[in-house]
């Protein structure tokens, strides 16, 4: 007996540790998974039935129709696994909001091959769980790359009048498949801050809360498990670059709704990470983090987290900017004064919203010591100019194009809030 009990103890001790290798694992052997038809973030529905269409041919999916949208686009359901607990996760409510779509083509075709040391994982999420996807819930959203609908509303805003046909499709999934576990996958700025740190928010995590109160139920606690589980191994990629939104409550949100609901949401923002603009590599993040987090609800090791250490993870903040150059002067009839210059660049949209050209604003001068950017230029006190080398004033809500210029030369040439060192 004394035997018996040590083997299942050592086998619960050592679900973590097989959680971890397996996180490593899938960051490893990403590319063999990556969707390689899908690299950029504004791609349509057109783009996406090819790939979903295609599960219908592997005997481990169900392919249906959730529904369709306002301008009457099909919005697919994929269903994997026969097992309990069941979970539902959906992408892109939000038209502009496309990370996670991604990384759930990718997960479709990590759960598709078979032969890669992953067969046992994959028999364990098919046996202990029932895996429902819609990774396009807001189609009309994405053909025009905008956040709401076609009836221009939030759909996340929506979940009480249900004015949406969009979100009365997820509403009624909700209610008809009972999930134990909701994934609702967003993207915000990734211009967010891991607190009031020099880090990017790159993921950031919600237990969303039910009530104005935000009071503490086991649905909701649930939640907080789940992500401390998953925090744990995105810290091995991303270390100190994993945030916590905001859990102030929005009672017209879905999330909260759905908590209320009586199911776990894992909130998950995908925000920033440098040099990486078209969200490729937080991509490959989604799929390591949601994977892990249906390892662990399949085990149901979740269970065992401490609750507390969510709490522990750093607020989601506003402490960065685009480009924050440092140290610079500005020559003002005369008067010089040192400021800091602070840019932000905006996306806009082209005709058929499949491309865009930035615009890019100052967004704040003077003493910006208590904020970081995203790229930062200490200027050494170098003098603002225009392009012909005279004093030039910069203006909050001006495009950023002007030079800076140190002893008569130019050190760098800021074009449409873009730096180059000359």
Do not use: C
């Not at 409550?249 to 078209?278: C, M």
């Amino acid at each position: 007996m004394k035997h018996r009990l040590l083997v299942v103890f050592l086998f619960v001790m050592s679900q973590p540790i097989l959680a971890q290798n397996l996180a490593q694992r899938l960051h490893d052997s990403y590319e063999l998974y990556q969707e390689k038809s899908i690299t950029f973030r504004r791609f349509k529905q057109k783009d996406l039935l090819p790939l979903t269409d295609k599960l219908k041919n592997n005997a481990q999916f169900q392919v249906s129709e959730a529904g369709k949208s306002f301008e009457g686009r099909s919005i697919p359901l994929i269903k994997y696994g026969k097992g309990a607990p069941p979970v539902l996760l959906w992408s892109q409510m939000h038209g502009d909001e496309a990370t996670a779509t991604m990384a759930l083509l990718d997960i479709f075709n990590f759960l598709s091959a078979s032969g890669d040391g992953f067969d046992e994982f994959r028999k364990k999420l098919a046996a202990n769980s029932t895996l429902y996807f819609v990774p396009m819930l807001n189609p009309d959203g994405a053909e025009r790359w905008q956040r709401r609908t076609a009836q221009e509303i939030d759909m996340n805003r929506d979940a009480l009048r249900l004015q949406t046909p969009e979100a009365q499709i997820l509403k009624g999934l909700q209610q008809s498949l009972k999930p134990s576990f909701g994934f609702n996958l967003h993207d915000q700025s990734p211009r967010y801050s891991a607190g009031n740190t020099p880090n990017v928010a790159t993921i950031s995590f919600l237990a969303t809360a039910y009530d104005y109160a935000r009071s503490m139920n086991t649905v909701r606690e649930r939640s907080m498990q789940l992500i401390v589980s998953m925090n744990r191994e995105l810290q091995k990629f991303i270390p100190k670059q994993v945030a916590r939104y905001s859990d102030e409550h929005e009672p017209r949100a879905f999330g909260d709704n759905i908590q209320k609901w009586g199911t776990s949401i894992v909130l998950i923002e995908s925000g920033g990470y440098k040099n990486d603009p078209e969200k490729q590599y937080i991509r490959k993040l989604n799929f390591i983090a949601i994977l892990t987090g249906l390892e662990a609800i399949a085990n149901g090791t979740y269970n065992r987290e401490n609750r507390a250490e969510y709490e522990k993870l750093p607020q989601n903040e506003k402490y960065h900017f685009d480009l924050l150059i440092r140290n610079a002067r500005i020559n003002q009839n005369g008067k010089i004064t040192t400021v800091d210059v602070a840019v932000n660049r905006a996306e806009i949209n082209n005709a058929d919203a499949t491309g865009f050209t930035y615009k890019s604003t100052i967004e704040d001068l003077g003493d910006l010591s208590v904020f970081y950017g995203v790229e930062e230029i200490n200027a050494q006190g170098a003098l603002i100019t225009d392009a012909q080398g005279k004093a030039f004033l910069p203006h909050l809500n001006e495009t950023a194009t002007f030079q800076l210029q140190l002893s008569q030369k130019t050190t760098w040439d800021v074009k449409n809030g873009f730096a180059e060192k000359k």
